[in-house]
């Protein structure tokens, strides 16, 4: 808790590959250069007959020529009508010839603008893909995008120049899929080469690799990971010591008097044995639950979400004052930080700590993390192909430098700093981000006033500024991008840094209008340039910022309120209004993190609704 007092193909000449988006969730690819992209749709939903009269099963490979039934117009377009290899289906008006790629078989060419195939599939499971498509082009080939059940899946794209119409080349991406049974469309929009877009063999849609590139920082969008619940009976050492209940209530069963927390978690994937029994209860008559991370199956189960919501990892908090070696609280933590490397490792996402300083006394600041860090050198954390590293060494983060009511000192930092670049062992060096001041630029408002503070501000290798409550709606957050992000970015990259802004969902009093107010913040801060992102946070509902799932309504919080003064009625997300699902701001983050890997285009609105 920091406090101040988200065949698929080719974009351009240059392979850049992206991914098919998910029916209704995507943008349209057509553009103004797609010929028929209203009859395309059309013809998807009266589309023909699966080619050998059985929908083509995916995960598979189904040939370009192997198209559906039904002619033109129902299962192709050709606005030439005619089969000018003459070969294989010879009746039909689409382009086929024999193929001297490997295996041998036909392929489909002389594809002009406009034309389209359709090929009705069955999808075994929903999920994210693998897609591969062969293709062949003499010369720059021209643009296409697919459809899925009549909508645009993929934004227009480019086939390579591959030096001849049957010398072949492999395109990857991912695509994702809803199960069941779908007419994806091959859809040619423009042409450059002899009016040809170019030649099609094969597409196939296979396991996807959902593995997180853990090898660099860049491109990623990381959630802060908090993993500081904890409740009696959990046979964690806290429990053990007689303090259990950890962050949902102060050390004794969370009741209305007592409790901690703004947003109550969605329990319903949780199974019984997971789930501790508070003294609130349910609109239904049974105990309000909640749960420990202590467990790893319930950490591991945050890391299944990540993965099923294509979400790439985080950075787990590690409080310095509850670092101390051989306490409860010490061995608590490396109790969350083993479950985080077990669930990053089982579920192949990414993950890193973050030291954060606040409250600690200043002489123990150093020699604590250092001593932390040792242990995770000494127990192979750092060493796990989960764990993030960037430019091969492990990252590491320390939030508080710099902030008014912190401890530390300009020199503490500086050895720090000194001390993870270049004077730890070899196996302790780190790629160092800091987690300063919103202000650190100026020196203003959160900044301590030490001038030594700027030089250590721009020591970090990523500087990265708390900005959670700086402003509280789309409009201020438009505002912080203009009158602070693009100067704060112009600097870092003046200094040779990253730059990593944080964004919120919002908060306790700070509405989140639907999304709308996290969303406008990803807008606004990757429309300035920026390529790195950190979310506060993924399961922090002590102050209402979490992202993960949580009670979209009431009829998934206790039927009693909080009763002290100072904390407000539980937040569920129909607060604004509108029925959310309670997984809403993992599909929202999805579609954010889709952008950064270049499958879907970057708007300004929020790009799903419920």
Known sequence: MKTTPTRYLLRSITPVFIGMCLLSSCSDGGGSGSATAGASAKAAASAGSPYGGKAWPLPGTIQAEDFDTGGQNVGYYNPGNANQGGQYRKTEGVGIEATSDTGAGYDVGWTPAGEWLNYTVNVAAAGNYSAQVRVASQGQGGTFHFNVDGVSATPQLTIPDTKGWQNWQTLSSNITLSAGQHVIQLHLDSVVNGGLAGNFNWFSIGNASTVVDAGTIDGKHMFGYQGWFACNGDGSPLSAAGNGWRHWAPGA??????????MWPDMRDVPAGERCNTAFVMPDGSPATLYSAWNRSTVNRHFEWMKAYGLDGVFLQEFVVELAPGSADRRFRDGVTANVRAGAEANGRAWAVMYDISGEKSENIIPRIKDHWAALAADGSLASSRYLHQGGRPVISIWGMGFTGHNATPAQANELIDWFTKNAPDNQRAFVIGGVPSR?????????????????????DVISPWTVGRYGDEAGAQAWRRDVIAPDLAEAKRVGRRYMPVMFPGGRNLPRKGGRFWWTQFYEFKSAGNNIFYTAMFDEVDEGTAMYKVA?????????????????????????????????????AREANRVLSGARTLEPTRPISQ
């Open 552 to 588: 979209p309504d009431k009829s998934l919080i206790p039927t009693e309120p909080p009763a002290s003064t100072n904390r407000p009625p539980f937040i569920t997300l129909d607060a604004d209004g509108e029925s959310l699902s309670s997984d809403f701001y993992l599909r929202l």
């Open 440 to 460: 650190w630029r100026t020196m203003g408002d959160d900044s301590l006033q030490d001038p030594a503070w700027a030089d250590v501000y721009r020591r970090f």
């Open 253 to 262: 069963t969370p009741n209305p008097q007592n409790v901690s927390v703004d």
